[in-house]
């Protein structure tokens, strides 16, 4: 690479691995800014899910908002789901696809 092209922009840079857990709550220990940058989905049990709060792909679980319910600190109320968690890239996905 010569020292005249521009550098690679953000949208072009590879994706980051997925974490075996990542949480969309930047209060979290397991939130990942860069991962969430892009278009991160998630089928649980062969089905696509749009409001998954977390996931943890080892031990098999989505934690899913209830609706507006709030706990008193204001995060959303959520439930978990255990089974088969497979995350990927919405982005990636649609490239392979086409």
């Known amino acids: 690479m ?6 690679a922009t953000t949208d072009d840079a590879p994706y980051p691995q997925l974490p075996d857990r990542l949480c ?11 991962v969430l940058s892009r278009d ?13 709060e977390e996931y943890c792909v080892s031990e098999g679980w989505i934690r899913v908002a209830l ?7 204001g995060d959303p ?5 255990k089974g088969v968690v497979e995350p990927y890239y919405r982005d990636e996905a649609d490239a392979e696809s086409t």
């Open 40 to 52: 991160v989905g998630i089928r649980f049990n062969g089905e696509e899910k749009n409001n998954v």
């Open 2 to 7: 010569s020292e005249d092209t521009p550098a």
């Open 77 to 81: 109320l959520t439930m978990k789901f």
């Open 24 to 34: 969309v709550n930047p209060k979290s220990p397991h939130h990942d800014e860069a």
């Open 67 to 73: 609706g507006n319910k709030v706990d008193r600190n």
